[in-house]
């Protein structure tokens, strides 16, 4: 390791050793498994053999069943299942995979297979011969019967005693197929031709009689005999069979019990080799661990520790090693750069001292410039409210009510304006553009309007009050002109109530009247006009819609603060619905008491969700009025 200082050459020196190690275990590791793939297939392939030879051999002697149910005739269909079953075994040797067996157990195969079809051949010819043995038979009988006749008509008792004789020996050697019961045969009928030619009775047809009866039995002795041969063949075969079958079984066992045997051992090996690799990679590991130790993570070790130091307050602790790889410039240029960093260190004290310094009078300039706008927004709200009726005022001609005013910010761009006179009273809504210092400069032009029409030009019809105030916003911020730098206005709501006709007349610029009557809500829309913007229409006339007011109505005047909140468990609006909702659930207490349940309801819904808008709602009634009809 002392010729590679490089970190670089001693990675690759380690990577090329693992990768050899790699390879070369690979390697083994293939040769192996294929062995033990091979030992196991050769385990399957002579357990198929077998299981084969089995089959075939259960078949065999299924077909020898047949064979002599077939001689004994006890079956109809003996002769059809033979032939059934030879067919299944012909093809059972045809379908035997030649791959799985070897050079000497294929020798055999085809053995099986000459036999099989040698005693096919034997049981055919053997088939034959009793046919032919049949039709003999038949012979036999009919010459046998002719000389019958022949004797009857000399009616003699040595004739009638020879042929009882004949026919004694006839059933016999029918019965036991021997050779003794064919010579008593022939000395009997020899005796009877002798007998037939004494008494004179031979002539052409009996001499014929005589040569179809002695033909006949004659070729029943030889059918017989070929029939013993064929017998004796079958059997030959049957034992060849039951060798071949019995010694192909074996061999495949032997095959089988050696390939297993073979496999243990090379998976005794493989264990062994595991074991050894095992061994030889934990030993690597160590290595390759100590020279990381020593190269990388006992260096790093070392410049973690300088940090440690440097961060206790230890500013001359420096990284040292004897080695020149990459780990070891890494330390030294961390050298450097701590020698760097002390000596700017000292700088920048000087200089952070002097920035906190200027930091902390432009925060002092900043919270003293903060608190004046504090204490002007403060003296802004007084102003304002200052600019709103008095609510103590207010309860003396309309007790039954409720205010509910809720800036936004500090000050407000809702207001609510009321004044009273001989014959009634006016109430009004007024919500201004935006909100906070614009919205209250909006509340204060548009105040001063509504006062100065109101009260000054008593001017006390709803749609007048609307159309003339239009016209005084618009003008006042010269919104009517081309050369105009703004576009702010408002929306209106205002109803004028006649205390004597008992009457109330609502006009709106966008803003709504919400009445509840008989535990039902009403809803009036105000016009789809706004008042004061540059696009408003100074000569729009307003509409007045006038109410006849009943004993336990109730009125609600309302900003869109209000309905335009963002709350519940999918994050809507409250919308115009809920509210009336709300406005049917409340008419029925006291209006101190709707107030807090209108602000409870209200905060519920918005949760944590921010203030959309400022928020106004009236609400009054009049009960101690009696309806008109």
């Known amino acids: 390791m002392v010729l590679f200082k490089s970190i670089k050459q001693k990675f690759h020196i380690i990577v090329g050793v693992l990768i050899l190690l790699v390879c070369v275990g690979y390697a083994e590791l293939a040769v192996f498994l294929n062995k033990l793939r091979t030992s196991s297939e050769t385990v399957q392939v002579y357990a198929t053999i077998n299981k084969d030879i089995k089959k075939l051999e259960k078949d065999f002697w299924e077909l020898r069943f047949w064979e002599k149910v077939v001689n004994t005739r006890n079956h109809p269909n003996a002769e059809k299942q033979f032939g059934i079953t030879i067919e299944k075994i012909k093809k059972r040797l045809l379908l035997l995979n030649p791959k799985l067996f070897t050079e000497q157990l294929s020798g055999k195969t085809l053995q099986i297979f000459r036999l099989i079809v040698e005693y096919k051949n034997a049981f055919d010819q053997l088939m034959q011969y009793e046919a032919d043995q049949k039709a003999n038979r038949i012979q036999t009988d009919s010459s046998y019967n002719a000389l019958a006749s022949v004797i009857q008509a000399n009616n003699e008792a040595d004739f009638y005693r020879l042929l009882g004789s004949i026919e004694q020996f006839t ?6 197929r021997g050779d003794p019961e064919y010579q008593a045969f022939r000395t009997v009928f020899e005796l009877l031709k002798e007998k037939f030619k004494k008494q004179n009775l031979m002539n052409a047809r009996v001499e014929s009689d005589f040569a179809n009866l002695e033909h006949s039995a004659t070729r029943d002795f030889m059918l ?14 049957s034992m060849g069979l039951t060798g071949l079958f019995s010694n192909i079984s074996q061999s495949a066992e032997k095959l089988s019990t050696k390939a297993i045997s073979t496999g243990k051992r090379l998976r005794d090996t493989l264990h062994l080799w595991f074991l050894v690799s095992a061994g030889i990679a934990f030993i690597l590991l160590l290595v390759i661990i100590n020279i990381i130790a020593k190269t990388i993570v006992n260096p790093i070790r070392q410049m973690s520790e300088v ?3 440097i961060k206790s307050g230890n500013d001359q602790a420096r990284f040292s090693s004897g080695s020149g790889d990459e780990i070891a410039e890494l330390g030294f240029a961390f050298n450097d750069m701590l020698e760097t960093i002390s000596e700017h260190h000292y700088h920048l004290e000087e200089l952070v001292e002097k920035r906190t310094a200027e930091l902390n009078k432009t925060l002092e300039k900043v919270e003293e410039a903060n608190k004046k706008i504090m204490d002007s927004l403060q003296y802004a709200k007084m102003i304002q409210r200052s600019m709103l009726t008095n609510l103590d005022m207010i309860k003396i001609y309309l007790p039954d009510s409720f205010f509910v005013w809720m800036p936004r910010d500090i000050v407000s761009g ?7 006179f001989d014959d009634g009273f006016v109430i009004a809504v007024l ?24 009260r000054n030009e008593k001017c006390h019809d709803p749609a007048q009050v609307l159309k003339q105030l239009n016209f005084t916003v618009k003008t006042s911020l010269q919104q009517d002109t081309e050369y105009a730098v703004s576009d702010d206005g408002l929306d209106a709501a205002i109803c004028l109530v006649n205390t004597k006709e008992k009457t109330l007349v609502f006009a709106g610029a966008r803003l709504p009247l919400v009445y509840v009557h008989n535990d039902t809500s009403h809803i009036i829309k105000g016009d789809r006009q706004s008042l004061g913007y540059r696009k408003s229409n100074t000569d729009f006339n307003f509409t007045n819609q006038t109410i006849s007011i009943e004993q336990g109505m109730s009125f609600y005047m309302l900003t869109d603060g209000f309905i335009d909140q963002l709350g519940g468990e999918k994050n ?3 919308g115009t619905r809920r509210f009336r909702n709300l406005a049917e659930q409340i008419s029925r207490e006291r209006f101190e008491k709707q107030g807090e349940m209108l602000l409870q309801t209200f905060n519920e819904y918005q949760g944590e969700n921010e203030r959309q808008d400022d928020v106004t709602v009236i609400g009054f009634a009049f009960n101690d009025y009696q309806g008109q009809t």
Do not use: W
Request: with cysteine; glycine share 8%; proline share 2%.
């Open 171 to 176: 059933a016999n050697h029918q019965k036991n």
């Open 414 to 420: 809702d207001i609510f304006f009321t004044d009273s």
């Open 224 to 237: 017989e005999k070929e029939m013993r041969l064929i017998y004796k063949r079958l059997d030959e075969i």
């Open 572 to 574: 809507r609006r409250f």
């Open 307 to 309: 940090v440690t130091e």
């Open 431 to 454: 919500d201004c553009t935006g909100h906070g210092i614009p919205g209250a400069f909006m509340t204060m032009i548009a105040s001063s309007g509504l006062t100065r029409i109101i």
